[in-house]
């Protein structure tokens, strides 16, 4: 079975610094990732996703992602992070033929002025 | 178009009394999953349907929790006799079938009811 891991509960960023989100998954295969982003009272809101090809991968607010299969990594970055970027972040894996994904526990990142 | 829509957002029930969360997905998504975030847990996966079919409800936590979907469209998700433990964040996606070649499609998520039990 597919896990997910996110080493950091809580990260505090700057507005304007960068911003990246660590991600590693357990799985055998090449999985599916994805990255989510949870406003407080909010549902969860997909930013970017991979399943093959390019490893760098475009999402939306300006989120980029590296898939790093050496690694078992997938970490989220942004440039230069926005007071609206303070949310919860998931990483999550799915795995080919099945049908439910592995979110890690999340990241909630605070952006102070 | 629009998305995926869940009702009540919002439920606080007593300990004892059943509940039914509705789910409304994307027009066209043939898969439906229902996922429960606890306060401290990560996402926690309940059942996931493929047209009105259920193929796995292992993620159901007991027996006190059943699930329905009805035309290929909307879904319930329905708590008996509620628990404390059972106050939750009740999450509901939608995707597109899943090809034959397994491949996954992106899951789009509601915004979720929150559920209180006292």
């Known amino acids: 079975a597919q896990s997910v891991t996110q080493p950091d509960i809580h990260i505090t960023v700057s507005e304007g610094a960068s911003l990246e989100l660590r991600c590693n998954y357990s799985y055998g295969a090449t999985p599916y990732l994805f990255w989510y982003v949870q406003s407080p009272g909010q549902g969860l809101q997909l930013l970017l996703k991979?399943?093959?090809?390019?490893?760098l991968v475009q999402g939306i607010k300006g989120f980029e992602a590296e898939f790093k299969r050496s690694q078992s990594s997938f970490n989220l970055r942004k440039p230069s992070v926005h007071w609206s970027d303070a949310a919860e972040y998931f990483c999550?894996?799915?795995?080919?033929?099945?049908?439910?994904?592995?979110f890690g526990a999340g990241t909630t990142v605070t952006v102070r002025a | 178009g629009a998305g995926v829509s869940q009702s009540p957002s919002n439920k606080v029930t007593e300990k004892g009394k059943d509940v039914e969360l509705r789910c409304d997905p994307i027009s066209g998504h043939t898969a439906l999953y229902w996922y429960r975030q606890s306060l401290g847990q990560g996402l926690e996966f309940l059942i996931y349907?493929?047209?009105?079919?259920?193929?796995?409800k292992s993620g159901l936590p007991s027996d006190r929790f059943s699930a329905e979907r009805t035309g290929g469209s909307v879904s319930t998700l329905t708590i008996q006799r509620t628990q404390q433990e059972d106050s939750a964040v009740y999450l509901c996606a939608s995707s597109l079938q899943l090809e034959t070649s397994g491949s996954q499609e992106t899951q789009y998520f509601g915004p979720g009811t929150r559920l209180l039990v006292l």
């Open positions: 999550a894996v799915g795995a080919h033929g099945d049908y439910k994904l592995s």
């Open positions: 349907f493929q047209g009105n079919s259920a193929p796995d």
């Open positions: 991979y399943f093959s090809g390019d490893t």
